[in-house]
């Protein structure tokens, strides 16, 4: 239990303190290494609560390809620090506004928590025990046929919302000398070469 | 005071002895990886290969790690020292700690985690993180093309292997990895999986940044992409991390398809060698394909590349998950139905 202990504050702080250096950060690169960590974290923390697919897929998903595009575009960025800071107090107001909200927000959740520690489970179906089945079946049970409908549902928001970042971005190009693979695979000698005999001195058409 | 011997200190003890057993037979097989390499690619192109230090040259790794060692690291003046000296260690670090999951026998595995196939799925897309952080620190231009090729390259090609390691999850019925070589007791999944076997090989070629696919440190263009400016010891990180990843990526491959320590016909001569053995001969087996393919194909373009990926692999290896899902439903073979 002291293990299970020590690890859970650990990873808590350092998912904390990682958080608070992604906002805290110079260097914008080094506040998206921080988010990673962050991620990270709160991974290790899914594992010791026994939620073992949700702490891989949060790795998989959010690490292994959110983050490398995230990290892939600011990378890219051309960022003018000095600029960067310049207009910290006008988005002040705001920034404390969504933060305060959500901070209410979280200490509702919390004070729920702590007022029925039952409450959570009341709308949903209730989780089988982690000995008796893993939580990888009890979700894909869960998933596949109760939450079938909302579950398709999502898809296709995604889906569309798919669909519109290509549409958005798309631009059709002309000239484009595009390699067709089956063409060129399917060419044969004799389409490509010609054998002539030329006679000394007279020279060839082609 | 017993509390404390029983409890912590015996299973701690007990720990380390399982991973040091796991990690020196693996360190040096990364080692020798690189002398087999060298050995085999000069046997195919009629060179002799390394042959001085020791008998058949087999001293070399140990020469080229002493090399290392001794070497300075230089750090770039304009690099940003804290994420050039960790994109390295990260490197190094993820392609070892995959290993705590990898069954080498039966039973004989440091965890044995219910998501295990998640667990690798996860640490190999990570990879990507030592590639890209040492671009973006170093500095250097060609580092960061390389970098940024890697990113592209390393994220398309994991989309369909997770559709390959899904294929084979529907006719396990399990995630975790000793339930897989479990499952093939009756016959290996390369042989009902055949195709995906190969797009799954194909796809870890990509993922290591193997040649015909390793754009991201291509040296007649980009000088070594990402490893330009590395030295000495971080060099050295980087080395033994990439083929680390080799090993691994191969024995990723043998446990998916090659059903692991399981002996190929479980009669008598073969079922008297134990299950370790058989693993390491499936992997070693997987990496002369890897260095085979490195001594034949010429390099992949960008452009060829990412087609492969996205509109040859992808289709392929979603349209093999309908079918897999559809043949095991229609003839009732599905796992726990």
Sequence with gaps: ?206 | MGEFWSGYAIPGIWIVTKILALLIPLLLSVAYLTWFERKVMAAMQLRMGPNVVGPWGLWQPFADAIKMVVKETIIPTKANPGVFLLAPMLTFGLAVIAWAVMPVGDGLVISNLNVGVLYLFAISSLGVYGVVMAGWASNSRYAFLGALRSAAQMVSYEVSMGFVIISVLLCVGSLNLSDIVRAQETVWFVFPLLPMAVVFFISALAETNRHPFDLPEAESELVAGHLVEYSAMTFGLFFLGEYANMILMSGMTTVLFLGGWLPPIDIAPFNWIPGPIWFALKIAALLFVFVWVRATFPRYRYDQLMRLGWKVFLPLSLLWVVLTAGVLVAFGWAPGA
């Design chain 1, 1 to 206: 239990m002291l293990i299970q202990f020590i690890a859970f504050y650990v990873f808590a702080a350092v998912c904390v303190g990682s958080a608070l250096m992604v906002i805290a950060a110079r260097n914008p690169v080094h506040s998206v290494l921080f988010l990673i960590l962050t991620f990270f974290n709160a991974a290790g923390i899914f594992v010791l609560a026994g939620a073992e697919f949700l702490a891989m897929t949060l790795v998989i998903v959010y690490v292994g390809a959110v983050a490398v595009l995230f990290l892939f575009v600011v990378m890219m960025l051309d960022i003018n620090f000095v600029r960067l800071r310049q207009g910290f107090m006008q988005y002040l107001p705001i920034g404390a506004t969504v933060g305060a909200l959500l901070l209410v927000e979280l200490l509702l959740v919390i004070g729920i928590v702590v007022d029925s520690p039952d409450a959570g489970g009341l709308g949903g179906a209730p989780m089988p025990p982690v000995e008796r089945q893993s939580n990888t079946h009890a979700l894909g049970a869960l998933l596949y046929t109760r939450y079938m409908y909302l579950f398709q549902a999502a898809g296709m928001v995604l889906l569309v919302a798919m669909i519109g970042a290509i549409v958005l971005t798309y631009r059709v190009r002309t000239g484009v000398r595009k390699q067709s693979i089956a063409a060129q695979v399917g060419r044969h000698r004799a389409d490509a070469v010609e054998m002539k005999k030329v006679a000394t001195g007279t020279g060839v058409t082609l």
